[in-house]
């Protein structure tokens, strides 16, 4: 099928193994897969925004090649006190890591495209570009750029950057971010609390014409706790994903299933920010053959299909 088709992405939040998302990418690619509109939540909402910015999949090849994921590690002074420092940082700063290195590091990678605000990614005052986020304040599900206008701030005019960094702020991980609005504030946290894999976001037909790709990771439902993990951080990051899970956004249907691009995650857990370049090899390989599988899949259901048609 050499023709251009069109799709809108939505990609799951699963931290490290975004890797895996690319490595699909780079082969929907080749197949003349292009993309009209994006969402995401956490490391979903990164990819999401790189090709909203028009970043190919080889150029993220690219960077993925140059990143030392530990520098996303970044800590403040609490964090370096011997012992409990870690501690200390939960108790007063909400989080282990401050989460600033990661968001200077899109931002600076955004506006090498010259895009910086949901302004840049939109087209007749819509913005192409959704990331998913939670206010844990006022208890509900942020959709930026959209839910902005809630909070009195120009949707438009909001830095991408900021809104990425709110969606991938793992609780407890790193720190919240407090979003200032008019005379108030609210602690705004990853969106996988809420809604982890907003498939159905662009299902509106008045408003998006284009039929949707989702990218998910597979056994991402296994929890850590039951694989043996049982540190205060793995505990913590089930009683996220557990919330994630429960939502009514996270139940798939058969239709849902159809059009969803199951990668596997080689093991990897979505905070091993240690990866070893050749696991990082190997989780991107693996995203390539799920999205090879799926679409070889994909074209056979469309021939029967035809060839009903005809027959009948």
């Given amino acids: 099928m050499d023709t251009i088709q069109r799709y809108n992405a939505v990609f799951e939040g699963g931290g490290i193994r975004g890797i895996g998302i690319i490595g699909a990418l780079k082969f929907l690619h080749k197949c003349n897969i292009e993309w009209e509109n994006f969402a995401g939540t956490s490391v979903g909402s990164i990819i999401a925004a790189l090709l909203a910015a028009n970043y190919t999949p080889q150029e993220m090849q690219d960077i993925l090649s140059e990143i030392n994921y530990l520098d996303f590690l970044d800590t403040e002074n609490l964090h370096r006190v011997p012992l409990i420092g870690k501690h200390l940082s939960v108790l007063k700063e909400k989080g282990i890591y401050s989460g600033e290195y990661f968001e200077n590091w899109i931002k600076e990678l955004l506006m090498k495209k010259e895009i910086v605000t949901f302004e840049d990614v939109s087209y007749n005052g819509i913005s192409k570009l ?70 159905r976001i662009f299902d509106d037909k008045n408003k998006y014409s284009q039929p949707t790709l989702g990218f998910k990771f597979m056994n991402s439902d296994l929890s850590l706790t039951s694989q043996g993990k049982t540190d205060a951080m793995s505990f913590l990051m089930d009683i996220t994903s557990t919330m994630a899970t429960v939502s009514h956004d996270q139940i798939l249907t058969k239709e849902d299933e159809e059009r969803t691009i199951f990668i596997p995650t080689n093991g990897v857990d979505a905070t091993d920010f240690n990866i070893s370049k050749q696991k990082s090899i190997d989780l991107f390989k693996v995203g390539y053959k799920a999205a090879s599988l799926f679409w070889s899949n994909t074209i056979e259901n469309e021939v029967t299909d035809e060839n009903t048609t005809t027959a009948s």
């Fill in 130 to 199: 959704k990331i998913m986020a939670t206010d844990i304040t006022l208890k509900r599900k942020l959709l930026l750029p959209d839910d902005l206008i809630y909070y009195g701030i120009d949707p438009m005019k909001f830095e991408i950057a900021k809104a990425i960094r709110m969606s991938i702020s793992i609780p407890f991980y790193f720190k919240p971010v407090k979003f200032q609005y008019s005379n108030n504030f609210s602690y705004i946290v990853d969106g996988a609390v809420c809604c982890n894999y907003p498939l």
